[in-house]
């Protein structure tokens, strides 16, 4: 398996412009999430997905970002418009099943740089 | 309010001894703790994990220390090597609420050859 995969892997853009991130999670994983690395907050989560489905999305910042997840092999996450504030790491990754004991998968991050 | 807490940002120790990495939560209700380990422009990995009904775990280098009536948990590395050099994230999660993770700020920890 190739793991959990994220693309771009870096992205610079215009504050005001919309910019979305992508996520393939592992193959037979049932757990979606999104965490973003700050220097200030350390790894937060945003918002997780069970078989495709939003559970938690008390941790997305603001209206401005979203998150989708249509079916199994493919979550996004997009943030309109974006700001200086969201310059961030952002990790996805997933796991099977409803326990913990093995973790989460991570993907390699998007970094993102918003000037 | 940050429920997992690692109140040191970085660390610096010699090849060859040990490392201890420390973290810290407010949630009683978490039972069951992991610490990742992350290099640069990788994502975090798995590293070791321990159940609130233990208060030790070891795999080869790496133990885990876990006390309840302190609500602390410890990483110990030995001996460290330089390769060990990288961002250590202590997660805490309820278990039998789902399998959500809260995490630390992280450790930076270098090993100096």
């Known amino acids: 398996d190739a793991g959990v995969i994220q693309s771009p892997r870096h992205e610079v853009t215009e504050m005001g412009q919309e910019v979305t991130l992508r996520c393939k999670p592992i193959s037979g994983h049932d757990y979606l999430f999104w965490y973003r690395q700050t220097m200030m907050r350390g790894l937060e989560l945003l918002i997780y997905?069970?078989?495709?489905?939003?559970?938690?999305d008390s941790g997305m910042p603001e209206d401005r970002f979203s998150a989708k997840m249509p079916n199994a092999s493919f979550s996004t996450l997009k943030i309109q418009p974006s700001e200086p504030r969201d310059s961030a790491v952002y990790f996805c990754?997933?796991?099977?099943?409803?326990?913990?004991?093995?973790?989460?998968?991570f993907g390699s991050g998007t970094r993102l740089t918003v000037v | 309010d940050q429920q997992v807490k690692q109140n040191s940002p970085s660390l610096s120790v010699q090849e060859g001894r040990i490392s201890i990495l420390n973290c810290d939560y407010t949630?009683?209700?978490?039972?069951?703790f992991l610490w990742y380990k992350k290099y640069p422009a990788e994502g975090p990995t798995f590293l070791i994990s321990i159940s609130s009904i233990k208060d030790k775990n070891e795999d080869g280098r790496f133990t885990v220390f876990l006390n309840k009536s302190a609500k602390h948990l410890s990483l110990h590395i030995v001996p460290s090597q330089p390769g060990d050099s990288a961002v250590y994230f202590c997660a805490a999660s309820v278990s039998y609420a789902g399998n959500m993770l809260t995490f630390g700020g992280g450790t930076r920890l270098m090993v100096k050859p």
């Open positions: 990754a997933s796991s099977f099943g409803d326990r913990v004991y093995y973790g989460y998968t």
């Open positions: 949630n009683s209700m978490f039972d069951y």
């Open positions: 997905f069970n078989n495709n489905v939003p559970i938690d």
